[in-house]
Nanobody
Framework: QVQLVESGGGLVQAGDSLRLSCAAS????????MGWFRQAPGKEREFVAT????????YYADSMKGRFTISRDNAKNTVYLQMNSLKPEDTAVYFC????????????????WGQGTQVTVSS
């Protein structure tokens, strides 16, 4: 069973940057597509970005394109989310998730999740 632990969240001001990390335990990490999602209070979980197992292919939600970058280091069993030009509407709990079969942007497609890390962007 792979376990995911997110870190790097915090309170920042609009326009600032943050880099989230998601550390995975387990030997199957490098075989799995990984994704980042977020959930704001009272809202459904929202797709942010996903990266293929090798890291060669990435896909972003339209509202994050150009501001967020997903990457991974399979040697470190870690996936990252670099977030630039943060806006108050980016405030949410950010989750990383691992894909066991075929996944893209639907939360239900992902098989295992971290506990989340809070990102708060003040105006």
């Amino acid at each position: 069973q792979v376990q995911l632990v997110e870190s790097g969240g915090g309170l920042v001001q609009a326009g600032d940057s943050l880099r989230l990390s998601c550390a995975a335990s387990g030997r199957t990490f490098s075989n799995n597509r990984m994704g980042w999602f977020r959930q704001a209070p009272g809202k459904e979980r929202e797709f942010v970005a996903t990266i293929s197992a090798s890291g060669s292919t990435t896909y972003y939600a339209d509202s994050m394109k150009g501001r967020f970058t997903i990457s991974r280091d399979n040697a470190k069993n870690t996936v990252y989310l670099q977030m630039n030009s943060l806006k108050p509407e980016d405030t949410a709990v950010y989750f990383c998730a691992g894909c066991l079969r075929t996944c893209l942007q639907r939360p239900g497609e992902y098989g295992y999740w971290g506990q989340g890390t809070q990102v708060t962007v003040s105006s």
